[in-house]
């Protein structure tokens, strides 16, 4: 989403989050798992990470992972060691957003938390971000 206020404009971290996902386009979905990792308020439980897996058209594979931890970084892995590119979006403070007249705290950049060997690629998913990988 893109708000705009006179000849300001801001990019809200939903404008990340959604051209991230663009890859998952015309795409078809690929069956994958993720267990293990929750996460909590109040006494309630539920899954830290959701994720979500396809392949193009090129044979390359694309994964989402969102963690919605406040607390808590998680480590997977996934069966493949090839990354052609990665991304993250996520910022120090869970409760930054982005705002007119002022710098992006939450942005779209470079990921760099993963090590591929042994066609495996273990990622380590920072507290509330969203990370892209593509694989070959």
């Excluded at 909590?40 to 539920?46: A, E, L, N, T, Y």
């Excluded at 942005?107 to 990988?133: N, Q, R, W």
Aim: glycine fraction near 8%; charged fraction near 25%.
């Amino acid at each position: 989403v893109i708000l705009t206020d006179g000849a300001y404009l801001v990019k809200t971290p939903t404008y990340y989050v959604l051209k991230m996902f663009v890859p998952h386009h015309d795409s078809m979905l690929v069956k994958s798992e993720l267990w293990g990792f929750d996460t909590g308020v109040s006494g309630k439980r539920f899954p830290a990470l959701s994720h979500s897996v396809t392949e193009g058209g090129d044979g390359t594979l694309f994964a989402t992972i969102a963690n919605s931890s406040l607390d808590d970084d998680c480590e997977l892995e996934i069966n493949a060691d090839k990354v052609i590119s990665a991304q993250i979006i996520s910022s120090e403070n869970p409760r930054d957003y982005n705002d007119f007249r002022k710098e992006e705290k939450v942005t779209l950049s470079e990921y760099s938390g993963y090590s591929g060997h042994d066609g495996k690629t273990v990622l380590t998913i920072p507290k509330c971000s969203v990370v892209s990988v593509k694989f070959r």
